[in-house]
């Protein structure tokens, strides 16, 4: 009466031999955060026209942590210069989070940049009147988040770069290090598909770089994709894709062996 009756399912597990998995392919039905399709960039000099970014193709993924390189003069600050919506290209298409972004007008541009992009620049850009906090504070005033709010989001990312317990202080009160992390913190508030900095340890000694750059690859490992544009060689080999400039085409985007598949 108590006697388990169990039914014959077609949905049965079959007994099967063990599978060897194989790795997981690096970019399987990953959707890119950002595509550029043929992006040329010409600048007029005088009477002559100069072409800075010869037809540029290039998908970024979430999660990537990019490096950007190339000899001086190759086209790393122009292309940027696109990504970051700071400038538009002169043919070609720029898809951010699936939307054509190529032709956006300037309000649309500005309010996408601010939401979409986290920058970080290599003199940190950070505002020498207000404090810590309110320069964390910035992005998110242009965006209209309500001010208590905005203050609880600052700490939250100061907190998250290891800076709160100055929130009080000045930018001229700490140090080169401590800027970047700053800067960096104003770059997450709002959660932007991507964090774009531009040679951001050129201004720090060795040590302080090396900091910066484990910060960048915890928030990496985090889930935030990361590029970086620099020429340092040391900074490139940190992250697990480089792509290369030369000449305004790209030259190579490989995977940084080294550092395939970690954080
Ligand atoms: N506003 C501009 N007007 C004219 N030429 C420019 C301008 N900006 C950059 N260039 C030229 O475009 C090329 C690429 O510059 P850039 O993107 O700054 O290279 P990188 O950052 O790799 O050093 C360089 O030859 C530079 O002189
Ligand atoms: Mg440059």
């Excluded at 005088?46 to 010869?54: D, H, P, R, T, V």
């Excluded at 210069?81 to 309000?107: A, H």
């Amino acid at each position: 009466m108590n006697s388990v009756v169990r039914p014959t399912s077609p949905l049965e597990p079959i007994p099967l031999e063990p599978v060897q998995l194989g790795p997981i392919p690096l970019q399987i039905n990953r959707a890119p955060i950002l595509s550029l399709q043929n992006i040329v960039k010409t600048y007029a000099s005088g009477e002559l026209e100069f072409q800075a970014l010869g037809g540029v193709s290039l998908d970024i993924f979430a999660g990537d942590l990019m490096a950007l390189m190339g000899p001086s003069g190759s086209g790393k600050t122009t292309l940027m210069q696109i990504i970051g919506l700071l400038d538009r290209p002169s043919t070609g298409q720029y898809f951010l989070r699936g939307e054509n972004v190529t032709s956006l007008t300037e309000n649309e541009r500005s309010r996408t940049r601010n939401l979409e992009i986290g920058f970080v620049f290599q003199a940190f850009h950070l505002l020498s009147r207000l404090n810590l906090l309110q320069n964390v504070e910035v992005p998110m005033i242009y965006a209209g988040v309500p001010a208590d709010q905005r203050r609880e989001r600052a700490m939250q990312v100061l907190e998250k770069v290891g800076i709160a317990d100055k929130y009080k202080n000045l930018p001229s009160q700490i140090s080169g290090g401590q800027k970047q992390r700053v800067a960096i913190a104003r770059a997450l508030t709002l959660t932007p598909a991507l964090l774009l900095a531009d040679e951001p340890t050129g201004n720090l000694d060795s040590r302080t770089s090396d900091e910066v750059m484990d910060l960048f690859k915890q928030l990496n490992s985090e889930g935030t994709t990361v590029v970086i544009v620099t020429h340092e060689a040391e900074i490139g080999e940190q992250t697990r894709r480089i792509v290369r400039l030369r000449d305004g085409l790209l030259e190579s985007d490989r995977v940084n062996e080294g550092k395939r598949g970690q954080p």
